[in-house]
């Protein structure tokens, strides 16, 4: 790839919104903080219209709050958001795991086993820094929720579930930081798994409305206690 494509606004505008938002995701920016155009290219080596595009492509997703007098701001969290979410998430996800089970094939089967044992295989929290996240358990987790709904048939709907994961990662993250729980889900993560791969499609939707539920309440509770 030539210096000028790679450099081109459109790909430097992809670069800046994908870094800033997995920094949003990540609890990098105190909620409701000012985002400072100019901080920011600093921040990614990034020019003044590429971080502009990519905030207000955040804006559009919520991540960030756009006001005429106070420019960029990071979106505040809420219960009742954090309610609506997993209510949506219920829902959605829900749906999009009985279509993938009716519809998968061996090979989306053995998709799903694969993810859940990689996951299996990374710790949660790294060993020199127990309170902070491995990043490879992050994409491990990830991985594993989109490899239950990959074969539902329908891209709309895979999309809307992982933008409204990565808005509960937000929560989960924002929640982490304030006072870390001491749950361990992975017994949750591989109930699902093997309800999904037998084919107990109310079992394995059952199981994973209560996972996300479990979630919300443990972020509720760490929320409210801030």
Not at 95 to 100: K, M, P, Q, T, W
Request: glycine share 6%.
């Amino acid at each position: 790839m030539d210096s000028a494509h790679r450099d081109s606004p459109g790909t430097l505008a992809t670069i800046a919104y994908t870094k800033l938002r997995q920094d949003l995701i990540h609890g990098a920016f105190d909620l409701g903080s000012k985002l400072r155009i100019q901080a920011l290219c600093e921040r990614y080596g990034i020019g003044l219209n590429p971080i502009r595009e990519a905030l207000n492509r955040l804006s559009s997703e919520g991540f960030v709050v756009q006001t005429d007098q106070r420019g960029f701001q990071v979106a505040e969290l809420s219960i009742g958001d954090l309610e609506e979410l997993t209510k949506a998430r219920c829902w959605l996800d829900g749906l999009a795991l009985r279509e993938s089970i009716q519809h998968g094939n061996q090979e989306w089967e053995e998709g799903v086993v694969l993810a859940y044992h990689r996951l299996s295989r990374l710790p949660r929290y790294l060993d020199s820094q127990p309170a902070v996240r491995n990043p490879d358990w992050s994409k491990a987790h990830k991985a594993f929720h989109v490899s239950l709904l990959s074969a539902c048939g329908t891209k709309w709907i895979e999309d809307f579930c992982d933008q409204m994961f990565d808005a509960a990662e937000r929560y989960r993250n924002t929640a982490r930081i304030a006072g870390p729980t001491s749950r361990s889900d992975l017994d949750e993560h591989r109930a699902i798994m093997e309800a999904t791969i037998a084919r107990k499609a109310d079992l394995a939707v059952e199981l994973l409305t209560q996972h996300f539920q479990l979630t919300s309440q443990l972020v509720r509770n760490v929320l409210e206690n801030k």
